[in-house]
C-alpha cells in the first residue's frame, strides 16, 4: 500500500479508489479493491463497477457530469474544498486520477500513472485532461463532458488528509520515496496510536510537541541498544511519523503519553531489527 505507480496500465481505478480512501483515513489495499472491482486487462474499470468497489468499502460514488469548464472546476473546488477527494476520467476517458486539494488555483492530484504519484497540477492542463469530447452528429459541434465522482463515505470520518500544495511537494522529492512508499504503513500504525483532533482532546499533544520532549530518549536507546544502527535513520522514521500525523491532524492525549511512547519504542525496536538484523541474545538459538 502507499503510494506508488500502477504495475500495468489497466489497474488506474482500483489505485485511484485506493487514494481517494487513503485521503478519508481508511487505508484500503488495491488488491482488495481489484477483487471487487474486477478490472479488465483490455478495459481497466468502468464507473460502474468503480462504484461497486466504493460501495463495498463503505462509500458512495455519485457522478457529477458538467459541461461547462468553469461549472465543472467551480464543482471540484466545492468538493475538495468539503475534504471529500474526487475521482476524475481524463485523458480521452482512459485513465483515472484523484483530486485531494485546491490551493490558489492549484490542484494536488494523485495520478498512478507518473512517478512520482503526488502531483501539483494548475487548473489548465487539468480541465485539458479532464475535457473529454463527444460527438454525437458528424454536423454538430462536439460537447464537452467533465465527469467527477467525489467519494462520499456513508460513515462517520475520524480523520481527513490535509495535501497541502507544500506537503504534496514534499512527498514529491527522491528522499521521500520511501515515506510515499509505505504512506498507509505510517497512517494505520498512527492511528493506534493517536487520537483525531477534536473538542475532546483539548489536554493533547501534537505529534511535534511530543517528539519534542521525548525524541531524545526514543533515539539514544534505540542507537544505545542495538548497535548498528544510525542515529539519523532513527530521527528519520519519527520525522515520517510526525508528517503523517500532522498531515491527519492526529495528536496523543496527554494521559496516553506514556502508552504513546512504549508504542513507538517498540515500533522503533522493530524497525532497527529489520533494517539492521539481530543476533542471539541471552543464549538464543
Same mark, same amino acid.
Given at each position: 500500500?502507499?503510494?506508488?505507480?500502477?504495475?500495468?496500465?489497466?489497474?488506474?481505478?482500483?489505485?485511484?479508489? %485506493?487514494?481517494?480512501?487513503?485521503?478519508?483515513?481508511q487505508p484500503a489495499d488495491e488488491n482488495a479493491i481489484s477483487r471487487v472491482a474486477h478490472p479488465h486487462w483490455w478495459s481497466g474499470t468502468n464507473e460502474a463497477k468503480l462504484a461497486r468497489a466504493a460501495r463495498h468499502f463503505g462509500c458512495d460514488?455519485?457522478?457529477?457530469?458538467?459541461?461547462?469548464?468553469?461549472?465543472?472546476?467551480?464543482?471540484? !473546488?466545492?468538493?475538495?474544498?468539503?475534504?471529500?477527494?474526487?475521482?476524475?476520467?481524463?485523458?480521452?476517458?482512459?485513465?483515472?486520477?484523484?483530486?485531494?486539494?485546491?490551493?490558489?488555483?492549484?490542484?494536488?492530484?494523485?495520478?498512478?500513472?507518473?512517478?512520482?504519484?503526488?502531483?501539483?497540477?494548475?487548473?489548465?492542463?487539468?480541465?485539458?485532461?479532464?475535457?473529454?469530447?463527444?460527438?454525437?452528429?458528424?454536423?454538430?459541434?462536439?460537447?464537452?463532458?467533465?465527469?467527477?465522482?467525489?467519494?462520499?463515505?456513508?460513515?462517520?470520518?475520524?480523520? %481527513?488528509?490535509?495535501?497541502?500544495?507544500?506537503?504534496?511537494?514534499?512527498?514529491?522529492?527522491?528522499?521521500?520515496?520511501?515515506?510515499?512508499?509505505?504512506?498507509?504503513?505510517?497512517?494505520?500504525?498512527?492511528?493506534?496510536?493517536? %487520537?483525531?483532533?477534536?473538542?475532546?482532546?483539548?489536554?493533547?499533544?501534537?505529534?511535534?510537541?511530543?517528539?519534542?520532549?521525548?525524541?531524545?530518549?526514543?533515539?539514544?536507546?534505540?542507537?544505545?541498544?542495538?548497535?548498528?544502527?544510525?542515529?539519523?535513520?532513527?530521527?528519520?522514521?519519527?520525522?515520517?511519523?510526525?508528517? !503523517?500525523?500532522?498531515?491527519?491532524?492526529?495528536?496523543?492525549?496527554?494521559?496516553?503519553?506514556?502508552?504513546?511512547?512504549?508504542?513507538?519504542?517498540?515500533?522503533?525496536?522493530?524497525?532497527?531489527?529489520?533494517?539492521?538484523?539481530?543476533?542471539?541474545?541471552?543464549?538464543?538459538?
Amino acid at each position: 500500500m502507499g503510494f506508488y505507480r500502477q504495475p500495468n496500465e489497466w489497474s488506474c481505478g482500483p489505485f485511484a479508489l %485506493k487514494h481517494a480512501l487513503v485521503a478519508i483515513g481508511q487505508p484500503a489495499d488495491e488488491n482488495a479493491i481489484s477483487r471487487v472491482a474486477h478490472p479488465h486487462w483490455w478495459s481497466g474499470t468502468n464507473e460502474a463497477k468503480l462504484a461497486r468497489a466504493a460501495r463495498h468499502f463503505g462509500c458512495d460514488l455519485p457522478l457529477v457530469r458538467r459541461t461547462n469548464a468553469e461549472r465543472a472546476r467551480i464543482a471540484l !473546488v466545492r468538493h475538495v474544498g468539503n475534504h471529500l477527494p474526487a475521482i476524475l476520467c481524463v485523458d480521452e476517458w482512459d485513465h483515472w486520477i484523484t483530486v485531494v486539494r485546491h490551493e490558489r488555483e492549484r490542484f494536488v492530484i494523485l495520478d498512478s500513472r507518473h512517478e512520482p504519484v503526488l502531483q501539483v497540477m494548475e487548473w489548465p492542463r487539468l480541465r485539458n485532461r479532464w475535457q473529454y469530447l463527444e460527438y454525437r452528429n458528424d454536423d454538430e459541434q462536439p460537447t464537452p463532458l467533465y465527469d467527477m465522482h467525489p467519494v462520499k463515505p456513508r460513515f462517520r470520518v475520524p480523520v %481527513k488528509a490535509m495535501f497541502s500544495v507544500k506537503r504534496a511537494r514534499f512527498l514529491r522529492r527522491p528522499e521521500n520515496a520511501g515515506l510515499a512508499k509505505h504512506w498507509d504503513a505510517y497512517l494505520e500504525d498512527l492511528m493506534q496510536i493517536c %487520537k483525531p483532533r477534536s473538542g475532546r482532546t483539548n489536554n493533547a499533544l501534537s505529534m511535534g510537541e511530543f517528539l519534542r520532549r521525548h525524541q531524545d530518549i526514543l533515539v539514544s536507546r534505540v542507537v544505545y541498544w542495538h548497535g548498528h544502527i544510525h542515529r539519523s535513520g532513527v530521527v528519520r522514521v519519527l520525522r515520517n511519523f510526525r508528517f !503523517v500525523a500532522e498531515t491527519y491532524g492526529l495528536v496523543i492525549p496527554e494521559t496516553g503519553t506514556r502508552r504513546a511512547l512504549v508504542d513507538l519504542a517498540i515500533l522503533l525496536a522493530f524497525w532497527a531489527v529489520a533494517s539492521g538484523g539481530v543476533g542471539t541474545m541471552y543464549g538464543s538459538g
